[in-house]
C-alpha cells in the first residue's frame, strides 16, 4: 500500500501574524502585537487519504530537526505501506545529511510552488483557529499552543482530509 504524505514547517512566534476577525461593521477590534522575537518551529506532516497526521516542535529548522521529523513520520506509516513525501526544496530537505527512513521516498515539489502543498492551508487553519492574535507569555508558552493546536488537528482526521485533498495527488 502507498501513503501520500505532505510535509512543511511553519515558524511560530512572539512576532505573530494578525489574522482577519469577525466584527461588527464599522468598527476596528484590536488584536495584540508582541516585538519580542522567541519563535517555534512545526514540523508537520499530513497524509489526506487516511487523515493522518505527525509532528514535531523544534527550536531550530536544520537538517538534524528534519531527520528527527522524518524518525516520527515514519511510526505513522502504516505498517506493511510505503510513504511518499511530497515536500519543498528547503535546505535541510534535501541535505546530503538527511536520513531517510526505509518506508518513505521524498519526492520534491517544483520550485516556487507552495500553493501545491496542502500544508500550507493547514497552517493557515491552525492560525485562523488556535495560534494567532495572541501575546505568548514564553518559549514554553509557545511549544505548549504550538502542541495543542496540533493535538487539536489530529483529533479531527476528517478537517486533515478536508483541507488536504489535492486531486493531482490522489486522481479523483
Known amino acids: ?13 512572539q512576532k505573530n501574524k494578525i489574522t482577519r476577525r469577525w466584527a461588527t461593521r464599522g468598527s476596528r477590534p484590536s488584536a495584540p502585537h508582541d516585538q ?4 517555534a518551529y512545526i514540523f508537520g506532516a499530513i497524509c489526506p487519504s487516511q487523515g493522518k497526521a505527525a509532528a514535531l516542535v523544534m527550536p531550530w529548522c536544520d537538517t538534524h530537526a528534519m531527520n528527527q521529523h522524518l524518525i516520527e513520520i515514519s511510526r505513522n506509516v502504516a505498517d506493511g505501506a510505503h510513504a511518499i513525501l ?10 546530503n545529511n538527511l536520513m531517510v527512513p526505509e518506508n518513505i521516498t521524498i519526492l520534491p515539489l517544483p520550485p516556487k510552488s507552495p500553493e501545491l502543498n496542502p500544508v500550507e492551508n493547514i ?7 488556535w495560534l494567532s492574535n495572541r501575546v505568548f507569555k514564553s518559549y514554553q508558552d509557545i511549544v505548549d499552543h ?12 476528517w478537517k486533515i482530509m478536508s483541507i488536504g485533498r489535492r486531486q493531482w495527488a490522489h486522481g479523483f
Do not use: K, Y
Not at 500500500?1 to 512566534?13: H, K, N, P, S, Y
Not at 511530497?86 to 541535505?95: L, V
Not at 497552517?123 to 483557529?129: P, S, T
Open 1 to 13: 500500500m502507498i501513503e501520500v504524505w505532505f510535509q512543511d514547517e511553519a515558524r511560530i512566534g
Open 36 to 39: 519580542r522575537t522567541r519563535s
Open 86 to 95: 511530497i515536500m519543498d526544496q528547503a535546505g535541510w530537505h534535501m541535505s
Open 123 to 129: 497552517w493557515q487553519f491552525m492560525r485562523e483557529n
Open 146 to 157: 504550538c502542541c495543542h493546536a496540533w493535538r487539536t488537528l489530529q483529533d479531527r482526521p
